[in-house]
């Protein structure tokens, strides 16, 4: 979706190192959210926020954190990167005013 | 954890309609129901979501039972376009916030 944009795209990372994922949209959506998708799982909420500055965990928050300074950019961070985060992480968003969430194109995440 | 259960996989034949159902047997009577689906490695696109009276949008129609245990997602005339996975979700609420939780859904395959 135009709005929402998902950077970077691709990225190959090695064990143990910092990584921060970035979600920027345009839309001036109240909420956005953090999923990773892995095979077999579907997909699974790390973090959401309803808000700037406020932040909540999704089902499978270990090992990431998030930040949300501004409306339009919701970060995920990985503070130490491991193997068994290497997955797709896909952010969405939702307006306070409607039911629908808009997901960005995703970003592939590759911890080796 | 999810709210709804899917099969896992379904076909359906080029022209013909395909009918996704959907078990929420457990959904509280604020939480809405929502389809999405997602197509190759595509961020999920939304298709239509309800509370308790049958939806009708350009893409589908959503067919909710009486008793809000169960729902239908029909496509009325599938193309090989449509092969995708769908996913059906509760839209939980807590709080102040709220957060689509998702399944594993259904891989539609649309046959020529």
């Known amino acids: 979706d135009a709005g929402i944009t998902q950077s970077p795209r691709h990225k190959v990372t090695e064990t143990g190192t910092p990584v921060t994922l970035r979600c920027h949209q345009t839309?001036?959506?109240?909420?956005m959210y953090w999923y990773r998708q892995d095979p077999g799982h579907g997909l699974r909420l790390i973090h959401y926020?309803?808000?700037?500055?406020?932040?909540d965990k999704g089902e499978v928050s270990d090992g990431y954190s998030v930040s949300r300074s501004k409306t339009e950019d919701f970060l995920l961070t990985l503070e130490s990167a491991t193997s068994s985060q290497t997955s797709v992480y896909f952010c969405?968003?939702?307006?306070?005013?409607?039911?629908?969430?808009?997901f960005g194109s995703g970003t592939r995440l590759t911890v080796v | 954890d999810a709210k709804t259960t899917q099969p896992p996989s379904m076909d359906c034949a080029e022209g013909r309609a395909a009918n996704l159902p959907c078990n929420h047997s457990?959904?509280?009577?604020?939480?809405?129901v929502y389809w999405y689906r997602q197509i190759h490695s595509q961020g999920p696109q939304y298709i239509i979501h309800g509370l308790k009276n049958n939806e009708t949008n350009e893409m589908a129609s959503l067919i909710i039972t009486e008793d809000r245990k169960s729902s239908t997602l029909i496509l009325p005339h599938a193309t090989l376009r449509d092969t995708a996975v769908y996913y059906c979700?509760?839209?939980?609420?807590?709080?102040?916030?709220?957060?689509?939780?998702f399944g594993k859904g259904t891989k539609l395959t649309v046959n020529p």
């Open positions: 979700i509760v839209r939980v609420a807590q709080g102040g916030s709220e957060k689509l939780v």
């Open positions: 969405a968003t939702r307006d306070s005013r409607n039911y629908g969430y808009t």
């Open positions: 839309e001036n959506h109240r909420y």
């Open positions: 926020s309803y808000g700037v500055k406020d932040t």
């Open positions: 457990t959904i509280s009577g604020n939480e809405y």
